[in-house]
């Protein structure tokens, strides 16, 4: 996707930031089916498909353990 965002804070090994505006959104983007996602934060895949979501944290799960079995 492509996003206009404003950074919130800073830390040493990652940043937070605040989405302000999605210019391109990606084809698995939705609409979020909580009415109060934006306010909220505690589901912050609503936005992804539910093919999507899967497959993204298959993806950290595998990163995972290959993060560990390379350490």
């Given at each position: 996707e492509?996003?206009q965002?404003?950074?919130?804070?800073?830390?040493?090994?990652?940043?937070?930031?605040?989405?302000?505006?999605?210019?391109?959104?990606?084809p698995d983007?939705?609409?979020?089916?909580c009415?109060?996602?934006q306010?909220?934060?505690?589901?912050?895949?609503q936005h992804l498909?539910?093919?999507?979501?899967?497959?993204?944290?298959r993806k950290q799960?595998?990163?995972?353990f290959?993060h560990?079995?390379s350490?």
């Amino acid at each position: 996707e492509e996003v206009q965002y404003k950074v919130i804070k800073v830390k040493k090994n990652f940043a937070i930031g605040k989405l302000m505006n999605v210019k391109t959104a990606s084809p698995d983007r939705v609409t979020p089916p909580c009415d109060y996602y934006q306010q909220c934060g505690g589901c912050q895949l609503q936005h992804l498909s539910y093919r999507a979501q899967l497959e993204m944290k298959r993806k950290q799960v595998i990163n995972l353990f290959h993060h560990k079995v390379s350490t």
